[in-house]
């Protein structure tokens, strides 16, 4: 099961293949792309849960590709790879809703070190505090925390880790592998039992309304209206 899925933008054919074949072999899933309009394609396509952006590529730049999908509502975090290096570009790079930026060239163990720092931090570009998921439920992003009229509720490791994804993911359908990959840490064999188990304790604290059944998919959040 993969870490995680990455889009890489770079029009340099040998960086890109050497990033996407070394993010590969410390096990990411990656999407190799070549031009702005390619990316913002793959990224209003797919969900990734973490974009590398050159900024100097035809088409759309990389600011303007980035800009435009946080205004679409794309959260995922982003780090500019580039060769620019000015003061101003940095600046732009910020603006524009990244949330790192390596210059080239670059090591690719500190590439790495960069996007599992950020991958370890869970939300990323939301303007709220709180997510309401019922009627005296919210969840605070800033401390992962469930709070039930007004009090937080302690959790298991699991289950804590489950509400995070899935209000993350809200409104989306996850997969059993999704699921499984986000969960149990690599030396851990997963287990749909187990799974189930904390399914059900999330419906004990949340409702069973909020997470729904999609049969031979996986389960899907929703939050109240």
């Given at each position: 099961?993969?870490?995680?899925?990455?889009?890489?933008l770079?029009?340099?054919?040998?960086?890109?293949?050497?990033?996407?074949?070394?993010l590969?072999?410390?096990?990411?899933?990656?999407?190799?792309?070549?031009?702005?309009?390619?990316?913002?394609?793959?990224?209003?396509?797919s969900?990734?849960?973490?974009?590398l952006l050159?900024?100097?590529?035809p088409?759309?730049?990389?600011?303007e590709?980035?800009?435009?999908?946080?205004?679409?509502?794309v959260?995922?975090?982003?780090?500019?790879?580039?060769?620019?290096?000015?003061?101003?570009?940095?600046?732009k790079?910020?603006?524009?809703?990244c949330?790192?930026y390596?210059?080239?060239?670059?090591?690719?163990?500190e590439?790495?070190i960069?996007?599992?720092?950020?991958?370890?931090r869970?939300?990323?570009?939301?303007?709220?505090?709180?997510?309401?998921?019922?009627?005296?439920?919210?969840?605070?992003?800033?401390s992962?925390?469930l709070?039930?009229?007004?009090?937080?509720i302690?959790?298991?490791n699991?289950?804590?880790?489950?509400?995070?994804?899935?209000v993350?993911?809200?409104?989306e359908?996850?997969?059993?592998?999704?699921?499984?990959?986000?969960?149990?840490?690599?030396?851990e064999?997963?287990?749909?039992?187990?799974?189930?188990?904390?399914?059900?304790?999330?419906?004990k604290?949340?409702?069973?309304?909020?997470?729904?059944?999609?049969?031979?998919q996986?389960?899907?959040?929703?939050?109240?209206?």
């Amino acid at each position: 099961m993969p870490k995680g899925k990455i889009l890489i933008l770079e029009d340099d054919a040998n960086l890109n293949e050497t990033v996407t074949e070394f993010l590969e072999d410390e096990g990411y899933e990656v999407e190799s792309t070549y031009d702005g309009y390619e990316a913002e394609e793959r990224i209003y396509e797919s969900q990734f849960d973490l974009l590398l952006l050159d900024v100097n590529i035809p088409g759309l730049n990389g600011f303007e590709l980035l800009g435009n999908a946080r205004e679409s509502g794309v959260t995922a975090p982003a780090i500019f790879i580039t060769s620019l290096s000015s003061v101003d570009d940095l600046e732009k790079g910020y603006e524009s809703g990244c949330d790192d930026y390596i210059r080239k060239p670059f090591v690719l163990k500190e590439l790495l070190i960069r996007m599992e720092t950020l991958l370890k931090r869970g939300f990323y570009h939301e303007q709220k505090e709180y997510i309401d998921i019922g009627e005296s439920i919210k969840y605070d992003i800033g401390s992962n925390t469930l709070i039930i009229d007004d009090k937080p509720i302690s959790m298991g490791n699991k289950e804590s880790r489950l509400l995070k994804l899935f209000v993350q993911s809200s409104g989306e359908v996850l997969s059993h592998e999704n699921i499984y990959t986000h969960l149990w840490d690599y030396d851990e064999e997963p287990s749909d039992t187990s799974l189930r188990t904390y399914i059900k304790n999330l419906r004990k604290m949340i409702g069973k309304e909020r997470i729904v059944s999609i049969k031979k998919q996986g389960y899907k959040f929703t939050t109240q209206k």
